[in-house]
């Protein structure tokens, strides 16, 4: 079993649209949770950083973490074409720990 | 900001042939970097992780003795690719922490390496 499981997609939305994206994972021990953001050929960028569980929002960016499920959400709201990217989910057991990644899911919304 | 660039961004060898990408944190000290690996439509892997002045950690399955790093300075990593053969044909992205107490890595634009 993968620490990290998240569903490739792809994912293809109109503009405007409340988007979903998720990811589980079987390591408890995880603490530390962030969503990248990957545009084609370029390397991640970190959108959204959350400790524990609980929600975390940035905009029309919200980062749900529910540590009893080992599930974690990033909703996009009032989605725009320019977040057309693969959205990365990745975890940590500590703060200096390696990055345990998902496998991305490709997002794609269209005008 | 914290800016991680990468050179070259794409480059095309033959096998058998070795390759140098360099990953430069460009307005922080870095005391450590991360290379990963990235197929398409797959996640990246860690293949290593290096610190400023000392020796490389290999993750499990990845060659040391092909994939060499080098962390020379608190600026630069390298990692070279010796006898590069088809399967090495990837996405290599590097990404560099500020310091000991920092969780942020800042990672790099990437390089794609083609072994024909």
């Known amino acids: 079993q993968k620490e990290v499981e998240q569903d490739p997609g792809p994912l293809s939305v109109p503009e405007g649209a409340i988007v979903s994206l998720n990811c589980t994972y079987s390591n408890s021990a995880f603490q530390y949770f962030m969503w990248y953001r990957q545009y084609s050929r370029k390397g991640p960028e970190l959108l959204m950083y959350?400790?524990?569980?609980g929600n975390k929002e940035d905009g029309r960016f919200t980062a749900q973490v529910d540590k009893s499920s080992k599930y974690i959400s990033l909703f996009i709201r009032d989605s725009q074409p320019s977040d057309s990217a693969t959205y990365l989910c990745a975890m940590k057991g500590s703060t200096l720990g390696r990055l345990y990644f998902g496998r991305g899911t490709q997002l794609t919304v269209w005008p | 900001g914290a800016v991680v660039s990468q050179h070259p961004s794409r480059v095309i060898c033959k096998s058998g042939t070795s390759v140098k990408i360099e990953c430069r944190s460009l307005?922080?000290?870095?005391?450590?970097m991360f290379w990963y690996r990235q197929f398409p439509k797959q996640s990246l892997m860690l293949m290593a992780t290096s610190n400023e002045g000392s020796k490389a950690t290999y993750e499990q399955g990845v060659e040391k003795d092909k994939f060499l790093i080098n962390h020379a300075s608190l600026t630069l990593s390298t990692l070279t690719v010796t006898s590069a053969h088809p399967e090495d044909s990837s996405f290599y992205i590097c990404?560099?922490?500020?310091?000991?107490?920092?969780?942020?890595?800042?990672f790099g634009p990437g390089t794609r390496l083609t072994v024909t």
């Open positions: 307005d922080f000290q870095a005391t450590t």
């Open positions: 959350t400790y524990s569980s």
């Open positions: 990404s560099a922490r500020r310091d000991s107490n920092s969780y942020e890595q800042y």
